[in-house]
């Protein structure tokens, strides 16, 4: 999970909103429906079903607990929702690296399409390593994006603040 570390500001970015602090509220609220609700609802399948054992771990932990409450539908379930969770950030992590380049390389349309094809190539040598690198690698730059993320933050409270006490939609005025 990355919640917080500043992967999802280019989706929000782009929104069309009448005030910045509306999209800055709903990056709010998808935080918390991943992070709380998802995470939380995993946890108490996990606790409810007694598939904690103090060995097994990761998704074959999840895989056990649902497997547990839904019989053999529980790993079906499980690979469903990994397919679409891996989609997904496949595509949003695509369009967040897609969104950088054009504005990095001034929309240079040579720059995508390298962009494109290296990405590819990652994605199929990822597909062939083992899952434990593939996450380690994912934490490592994941972590290392909290770094110019943090400064920009840093950099832009005042004019945050700044948006958030206009935005006439946050103080009810």
Same mark, same amino acid.
């Given at each position: 999970?990355?919640?917080?570390?500043?992967?999802?500001?280019?989706?929000?970015?782009?929104?069309? %909103?009448?005030?910045?602090?509306?999209?800055?509220?709903?990056?709010?609220?998808?935080?918390?429906?991943?992070?709380?609700?998802?995470?939380?609802?995993?946890?108490?399948?996990?606790?409810?079903? =007694?598939?904690?054992? =103090?060995?097994?771990?990761?998704?074959?932990?999840?895989?056990?607990?649902?497997?547990?409450?839904?019989?053999?539908?529980?790993?079906?379930?499980?690979?469903?929702?990994?397919?679409?969770?891996?989609?997904?950030?496949?595509? =949003? *992590?695509?369009?967040?690296?897609?969104?950088?380049?054009?504005?990095?390389?001034?929309?240079?349309?040579?720059?995508?399409?390298?962009?494109?094809?290296?990405?590819? %190539?990652?994605?199929?040598?990822?597909?062939?390593?083992? %899952?434990?690198?593939? *996450?380690?690698?994912?934490?490592?730059?994941?972590?290392?994006?909290?770094?110019?993320?943090?400064?920009?933050?840093?950099?832009?409270?005042?004019? %945050?603040?700044?948006?958030?006490?206009?935005?006439?939609?946050?103080?009810?005025?």
């Amino acid at each position: 999970n990355e919640a917080g570390m500043g992967s999802t500001p280019h989706a929000h970015a782009v929104a069309k %909103v009448q005030y910045p602090a509306q999209q800055g509220l709903m990056g709010i609220v998808s935080v918390f429906i991943d992070t709380f609700v998802v995470l939380n609802m995993t946890a108490l399948v996990i606790f409810v079903t =007694g598939a904690l054992d =103090g060995t097994t771990t990761g998704i074959a932990l999840t895989q056990k607990a649902f497997s547990t409450g839904l019989g053999a539908f529980g790993i079906k379930f499980v690979a469903i929702c990994l397919l679409f969770f891996a989609f997904s950030t496949i595509i =949003g *992590w695509y369009f967040f690296g897609e969104t950088n380049v054009k504005a990095l390389f001034h929309g240079k349309k040579a720059a995508r399409i390298c962009y494109g094809v290296i990405a590819l %190539v990652f994605i199929a040598v990822g597909a062939t390593q083992k %899952v434990s690198l593939v *996450w380690d690698m994912s934490d490592m730059f994941n972590g290392l994006m909290v770094i110019p993320n943090l400064l920009a933050v840093l950099a832009l409270s005042n004019i %945050v603040a700044k948006f958030a006490k206009d935005d006439h939609t946050l103080t009810g005025e």
